[in-house]
């Protein structure tokens, strides 16, 4: 089982929806989660991260985790065509590190 | 201007060769990490540190090594070893207390001819 788990995609939305990313994690005792948006061929910029069970709005962005299902996800809304990209969650388990998800590709189509 | 600063951007090698990235900071953060992209694929951690003149092994190192001689620097050699070198090669930092976000540099992107 992968430690952090996203569904490759592409999840294609239109211009103005929302776009829901989900991510799962296997090691319970995980303390923070991150959302990093990459486009093709640069590298991840941070757009959020949750400590806490619940909602964390940033914008047009939601971040939503939920320790006891071990998931975390990612709420686009208004989408626009620059959103799309690959989304990475990341989760610290601990030790100074990350561990990464292999992304989530978004197409938002005008 | 803050930011972390990765040098080449592209880099060629022939089979046998080692090479080494340049991964600088000015953030005065005290952890860096070395990550490895492969097409369609997340990061994989290859060494991190998490002060001067120490560093960790990460999931991927055999083939790489590092120094941290210096808290703004943290170069990664790929040497001879590594079998499959071609990779997009990503460079982070963080403040070893408080967050544990990671920033990441724009990168070197690897081939080996």
């Known amino acids: 089982q992968k430690e952090v788990e996203q569904n490759s995609g592409p999840l294609s939305v239109p211009e103005g929806a929302i776009a829901s990313l989900n991510c799962t994690y296997s090691?319970?005792?995980?303390?923070?989660f991150f959302w990093y948006r990459q486009y093709s061929g640069k590298s991840p910029e941070l757009i959020m991260f949750?400590?806490?069970?619940g909602d964390k709005e940033d914008g047009r962005f939601t971040a939503q985790l939920n320790k006891a299902s071990q998931y975390v996800s990612l709420l686009i809304r208004d989408s626009k065509p620059s959103d799309s990209a690959t989304y990475l969650c990341?989760?610290?388990?601990?030790?100074?590190?990350?561990?990464f998800g292999t992304g989530t590709r978004l197409l938002v189509s005008p | 201007d803050g930011g972390i600063t990765q040098s080449p951007k592209y880099l060629f090698r022939k089979e046998g060769q080692n090479v080494t990235l340049s991964c600088e900071q000015n953030?005065?953060?005290?952890?860096m990490y070395w990550y490895r992209q492969d097409p369609g694929q997340g990061l994989r951690l290859i060494y991190y540190?998490?002060?001067?003149?120490?560093?960790q092994k990460g999931d991927i190192a055999e083939g790489y090594s590092v120094s941290r001689e210096k808290k703004e620097s943290f170069p990664l050699t790929v040497t001879s070893a590594q079998k499959n070198p071609t990779a997009f090669y990503l460079c982070?930092?963080?403040?070893?207390?408080?967050?544990?976000?990671?920033?990441f540099g724009p990168g070197t992107r690897l081939t080996v001819l």
């Open positions: 949750i400590y806490s069970n």
């Open positions: 982070a930092s963080k403040r070893r207390e408080g967050t544990d976000t990671q920033y």
């Open positions: 990341a989760v610290n388990t601990g030790f100074q590190k990350l561990v």
């Open positions: 953030l005065n953060h005290d952890a």
């Open positions: 090691d319970r005792g995980s303390q923070s």
């Open positions: 540190s998490q002060i001067v003149n120490d560093f």
